[in-house]
C-alpha cells in the first residue's frame, strides 16, 4: 500500500528566504503526486500536482515540486516566502483514477518577519 | 461554481450522545469521500463513495459510524455513540473520475468536540 512520509513536522523561515519541504513515498506503480495547503479552520488547497511527463511542476501561489523517482521524492520549493504562506502543508499520493490516496502528516510553516 | 459544503461547521456535543454530518459535493462529481483529520495529523480516508456506491470502507468503525449517499448526490456521516476520542474535523471532499486528474476539492470540514 502507498504511503506518505513528511519528515519536518515544523519549518520556520523568515519573509523573503526560500523553502523547501520534503516529501517521501512509497508507491508500486508510477505515482500521482500532490501537495495541498490548509489555512487555519479551512479545508485543503491544491497547490500542484504530478501525473507523469516534466518532473518539475508549477502550482499556485509561486510554488513548484520536482519529481524524482530515483529518490522517491516529491519536495515543495518557493523562492521568496510570503507571510500569507504561513499554513500546514500536506504531500499525498494516489493511484489513476482518484483511488486510494494517502496523505502525509502534514508540515507545518511558520513565517518570520 | 459552487465548493463542496459541509455543516455544521462547528459540534459540540456529550459523550454517547449522536451526531450528524452533512456533505453536498460539487455539482457532476460523482466520487465523494470522508476524512477524518486529528489534530496535527493528516488527513485520513473513513468512506469512498461511487455514484452512491460505498467502494471502501475498510477504515470506518462500523460499531459507531455509518455513512450513506442514497441519491448519489450529497452524504451523510454519523457517529452514534460518540466517544471522547472522535473529537477531530470530519473533511468531506468530492472528485470527478471522468477527467482523470486525480485532484479532490475538500469542504471546510466539521470540527467535533466530544466532552
Known amino acids: 500500500a502507498q504511503s506518505v512520509t513528511q519528515p519536518d513536522i515544523h519549518i520556520t523561515v523568515s519573509e523573503g528566504a526560500s523553502l523547501e519541504l520534503r516529501c517521501n513515498y512509497s508507491?508500486?506503480?508510477?505515482?500521482?503526486l500532490f501537495w495541498y495547503v490548509q489555512s487555519p479552520g479551512q479545508g485543503l488547497q491544491l497547490l500542484l500536482k504530478?501525473?507523469?511527463?516534466?518532473?518539475l511542476v508549477q502550482g499556485i501561489k509561486g510554488f513548484e515540486a520536482e519529481f524524482k523517482r530515483s529518490q522517491s521524492s516529491f519536495n515543495l520549493r518557493k523562492p521568496s516566502v510570503h507571510w500569507s504562506d504561513a499554513a500546514e502543508y500536506f504531500c499525498a499520493v494516489g493511484g489513476s483514477l482518484n483511488n486510494d490516496m494517502r496523505f502525509g502528516a502534514g508540515t507545518r510553516l511558520t513565517v518570520k518577519p | 461554481e459552487a465548493g463542496v459544503v459541509q455543516s455544521p461547521r462547528y459540534k459540540i456535543i456529550e459523550k454517547k450522545q449522536p451526531v450528524a454530518f452533512w456533505c453536498n459535493p460539487i455539482s457532476g462529481h460523482n466520487t465523494l469521500y470522508w476524512y477524518l483529520q486529528n489534530l496535527g495529523q493528516g488527513p485520513e480516508l473513513l468512506i469512498r463513495y461511487e455514484n452512491e456506491e460505498a467502494v471502501d470502507d475498510s477504515q470506518l468503525p462500523k460499531d459507531r459510524f455509518s455513512a450513506e449517499r442514497l441519491k448519489g448526490v450529497d452524504s451523510t456521516l454519523k457517529i452514534q455513540p460518540a466517544e471522547l476520542g472522535d473529537s477531530a474535523v470530519y473533511l468531506c471532499?468530492?472528485?470527478?473520475?471522468?477527467?482523470?486528474?486525480?485532484?479532490?476539492?475538500f469542504g471546510e470540514g466539521s470540527r467535533l468536540t466530544v466532552l
Open positions: 508507491y508500486g506503480a508510477t505515482p500521482y
Open positions: 471532499a468530492s472528485s470527478s473520475t471522468g477527467t482523470s486528474t486525480g485532484e479532490l476539492f
Open positions: 504530478y501525473f507523469s511527463g516534466d518532473t
